[in-house]
């Protein structure tokens, strides 16, 4: 995990990057296809993982919008990085907030300054996992619309290879 950044990755395997060539000698625009029904596949996990951290509980009179932060930080890159995949990520664009989403998705919770105050520290907890949890419990949905994508893609290639 990089640092001040949650990531949940789902990578998928080399069938996928042979489909995804094979789709680019069958119609240049298949690919980006491909990529958009990848981020439709996991919005539900992401959507999930915005609602649980939109709902973890705020103690204390001052509110600050954190949830609301977190939430927006929250984004799928399809087909990014080295290989085909999906990509879950959550990051905050203040530099100084850029560890809260961890904080915020550990469950042990974390210390932090009483109002900046070096001298005083004090304990945090959510309850919970936020991130990494909501998208664990969509990991089975992912994969099945994911190879769902993956067959529509092949019988389109095997379609233009036969015609």
Do not use: C
Not at 95 to 122: A, I, K, S
């Amino acid at each position: 995990m990089a640092a001040g950044r949650a990531t949940y990755n789902v990578y998928l395997g080399d069938e996928w990057r042979r489909v995804a060539l094979a789709l680019r000698e069958v119609d240049h625009d298949l690919p980006g296809q491909l990529r958009r029904a990848m981020r439709d596949a996991a919005k539900p996990a992401a959507e999930d993982a915005k609602r649980r951290v939109r709902s973890l509980p705020v103690h204390g009179r001052k509110h600050t919008g954190l949830r609301s932060r977190v939430a927006r930080g929250v984004a799928i890159q399809a087909g990014a990085g080295r290989g085909l995949g999906v990509r879950i990520v959550t990051g905050m664009r203040d530099p100084q907030e850029r560890n809260l989403p961890l904080y915020l998705d550990d469950p042990r919770g974390w210390r932090h300054p009483l109002f900046g105050n070096r001298d005083e520290w004090v304990p945090q907890h959510t309850g919970g996992s936020w991130f990494r949890a909501a998208i664990a419990e969509h990991r089975p949905e992912m994969a099945r619309e994911l190879t769902r994508v993956l067959e529509d893609a092949a019988e389109t290639v095997a379609a233009a290879s036969r015609g």
